[in-house]
């Protein structure tokens, strides 16, 4: 069994409902305050046990895969303890108003995770966060714009993360994410996203770290309903299978005092 932790920043999930220190601005001001409730009524109507519990169900289809720990941002160091991580193949990471909120310990935390070889599947607006920004050593900066169409092409077909994928397949809605996308150049691009404003994105990319596998893949606006679409279930969960396959493991980050030289013969 491949075990999973699906880490969701869990804010606008429950905004309104659930008081955050670093949203009271927003919900100061009427206006502002109209528009973040009819958001958060419109995510929890597409994910009513919150994002996090909409990646676990995906996950879950797949018999091979476990979903041992949902953690959150409110939780004693994000849920994101060392038990929890020692007992984490790879990491699920979805967040995008909060990113500032995660600790910088923890963000160090799970980099060094990753370089020690737990996967990480860093999910729409996780460009920014900090693990992705210390893992990349780019800001993830992109450009946007919310309700596109949006079509996402293959361009790895043999990549183990595009098994069963067709050449392309269709967002009827998407939030559009264009380039430039400040990330390094990836390992392998396996999907492209062209929309109808004309932008395009890399929108799957794949790199290692250390001894950790990292996959970045663009759908999951928290309004849109990608993550029931048949194909991005199925890439999350190939992508899963994918960032495990590693079998280099290190117990910890630190130098090793070499083997003796052979001797001159
Ligand atoms: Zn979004």
């Known amino acids: 069994m491949i075990r999973v932790t699906v880490w969701n920043e869990n804010v606008q999930d429950q905004m309104g409902e659930k008081e955050f220190e670093f949203t009271k601005h927003w919900l100061a001001n009427e206006e502002a305050r109209r528009f973040v409730l009819e958001r958060t009524r419109e995510l929890r109507e597409i994910h009513p046990e919150g994002i996090?519990?909409?990646?676990?169900?995906?996950?879950?289809?797949?018999?091979?895969?476990?979903?041992?720990h949902v953690a959150t941002l409110d939780m004693d160091e994000c849920g994101l303890t060392r038990e929890v991580l020692d007992d984490t193949d790879v990491l699920l990471w979805w967040a995008h108003v909060a990113h500032e909120q995660v600790p910088d310990e923890i963000a160090?935390?799970?980099?060094?995770?990753?370089?020690?070889?737990?996967?990480?599947?860093?999910?729409?607006?996780?460009?920014?966060?900090k693990p992705m920004q210390l893992l990349l050593g780019t800001s993830g900066t992109l450009r946007w714009r919310e309700g596109d169409f949006c079509r996402v092409w293959t361009s790895a077909p043999a990549h183990p993360i595009a098994r069963g994928i067709p050449e392309y397949f269709e967002l009827e809605t998407e939030e559009m994410y264009g380039e430039h996308f400040d990330i390094p150049t990836p390992d392998d691009q396996v999907f492209m996203s062209w929309y109808r404003g004309g932008e395009v994105f890399r929108s799957g990319c794949t790199w290692t770290r250390g001894c950790g596998r990292i996959f970045y893949f663009q759908p999951g606006h928290e309004t849109n309903r990608s993550y029931y679409n048949e194909y991005v279930r199925r890439i999350i969960r190939n992508a899963v299978h994918w960032a495990a396959g590693t079998a280099a493991k290190r117990e910890q980050i630190d130098c090793i005092h070499s083997v003796e030289p052979i001797e001159k013969r």
């Not at 996090?52 to 041992?68: A, Y």
């Not at 160090?108 to 966060?129: K, P, T």
């Open 108 to 129: 160090f935390r799970v980099r060094d995770y990753v370089w020690r070889g737990m996967g990480i599947i860093f999910l729409h607006s996780a460009h920014m966060c």
């Open 52 to 68: 996090h519990g909409t990646l676990k169900r995906l996950v879950e289809e797949d018999e091979e895969l476990v979903v041992r």
